[in-house]
């Protein structure tokens, strides 16, 4: 019985608020976490601390994707059930999430003292490690997960991924197998199957795994645009158009459908269409790397030295990271004269992790158009070092050799030159020319030199 009118009207208020989290869980378990997040927010408005909507509404938040703001409401939650283990490890999932890695850690171990045969906090730090890069201690906590239950497919998902991340593929296809076995409608699983044999060299199966992950997401766009990238790679470029002009009729601003659709007409020598797939992909996002280096490219065939400079400008701002993509830029810079933008190009590339010898190559060519013949020389003789045996690079050093008139080693790198390719064109004749044009040098500073001796003894005379 209530005792008063404000009894009454706080029932009233707590029925309604309620009502509007039964109605929210609905709304959620249709897929409309929008609304279901309004709902929730409405009964927390009523003014009733209860934690279990505070949680509610961060598993709301975790289906929109918005996981800073989901903590705040775990973290609430926690207030009013501060030793609520599946409250502590989506907490931790989501420190996970935003890169707070120590703090997951710390939430997870929370978990384990609190109850150490949860799994899931076993589980949930495979991802944390695997983010850290401490692998060791990822495959270490997936061994005590499955002490516990070794039939969680989602521990053979995440160690999957793991050893992916490490380039263990036969390992990664495995756990994923397995994942699988134990749950056939895993989330991407196909999807992740059909990357791992893709970039291990299964190309059938990658394709039977992408087209069953397809059917079962027919409209990802992510899947699609994989898949697209993989007939391509595979030369099948017609079923790659199709999937790229799939992917722009579910969303036709989607700009990497636009570039890699360009990639499909380039491939196939139809230019102009290609152009206008570049030129689409930078309308629906200015940002994208890729479209105005290859507009750059087209444009430098058809010697359009302007529209290639301006291009390669905006394209170099964007900070490109694909070495090959870079030298290319290097080498179009330099044909249109443009030293210091080839320089910074070939830098670039210097800075990548794959450190090549056409960086150090392309940087040499560009100080000795500088005439910095010594720093040239430099940078040819680190090309030389990483790639001893192509003939391009003794040669360029002989060149530079002797524009520093150090004969022996124009001497030495013709030599070389010839070893590695003694009868093949044009290094041969190239060999022939700078060897002539060095003796002649060398005459001509032999007749000079004498001929100053000469004027100075009559000078003395």
């Given amino acids: 019985m209530l005792d008063s009118q404000d009894d009454f009207e706080f029932t009233h208020e707590w029925d309604q608020a309620e009502q509007m989290v039964i109605e929210a869980f609905e709304l959620y378990e249709n897929g409309q976490m929008t609304e279901a997040l309004e709902k929730l927010d409405s009964a927390i408005q009523q003014g009733t601390e209860h934690g279990e909507w505070y949680f509610n509404t961060g598993l709301t938040l975790d289906s929109l994707e918005q996981y800073e703001k989901a903590i705040e409401f775990y973290e609430k939650a926690l207030e009013c059930m501060p030793d609520d ?60 997960a499955q002490q516990i239950n070794p039939d969680c497919p989602l521990c053979y998902y995440n160690i999957g991924n793991s050893l992916f991340t490490q ?65 391509l790679e595979s030369g099948d470029l017609e079923s790659a158009r199709e ?55 087209i444009e430098f065939s058809e010697g359009n030295t302007i529209d290639v400079i301006q291009l390669l400008h905006k394209e170099f701002q964007l900070g490109v990271g694909d070495i090959d993509v870079l030298l290319a830029m290097g080498w179009m810079f330099l044909h249109a004269g443009r030293l210091t933008d080839a320089s910074n190009c070939f830098m670039q590339a210097l800075n990548e992790v794959e450190v090549s010898y056409e960086a150090f190559f392309g940087l040499g060519m560009s100080l000795a158009v500088h005439e910095d013949h010594e720093g040239a020389l430099e940078c040819i003789e680190q090309a030389i070092a990483l790639a001893p045996n192509r003939p391009e690079l003794r040669l360029c050093a002989g060149w530079l050799n002797y524009k520093l008139q150090r004969w022996n080693e124009v001497e030495e790198n013709i030599g070389k030159c010839r070893q590695i390719h003694p009868t093949q064109e044009p290094y041969r004749s190239r060999c022939r020319q700078l060897l002539r044009a060095m003796r002649c040098k060398k005459l001509l500073l032999y007749c000079q030199k004498w001929y100053e001796r000469k004027i100075k003894k009559s000078t003395a005379a």
Avoid at 281 to 289: G, P, Q, Y
């Fill in 85 to 144: 283990i599946e409250v502590i490890n989506c907490l931790g999932v989501n420190y996970t999430r935003t890169a707070q890695y120590d703090l997951a850690l710390a939430t997870f171990e929370r978990v384990e003292r609190l109850d150490p045969a949860f799994e899931p906090c076993y589980c949930n730090r495979i991802i944390t490690y695997t983010e850290m890069e401490q692998y060791d201690k990822a495959e270490q906590m997936f061994y005590m």
């Fill in 167 to 231: 380039s263990e593929y036969d390992r990664a296809i495995w756990c994923w197998e397995k994942c699988a076995e134990l749950e056939p409608n895993h989330p991407q699983i196909h999807y992740r199957l059909a990357q791992a044999c893709w970039i291990s060299g299964q190309g059938k199966r990658a394709r039977e795994e992408f087209l069953l992950e397809l059917r079962k997401n027919p409209m990802n766009l992510e899947i699609l645009l994989d898949f697209g990238l993989f007939l």
């Fill in 243 to 297: 999937k790229f002009n799939r992917i722009l009729e579910f969303d036709e601003t989607f700009a990497p459908a636009h570039f890699y659709l360009g990639e499909v007409f380039r491939l196939q020598q139809d230019f102009n269409r290609a152009s206008r797939c570049y030129a689409n992909a930078i309308k629906c996002d200015e940002k994208l790397v890729g479209p105005r280096f290859r507009l750059a490219e």
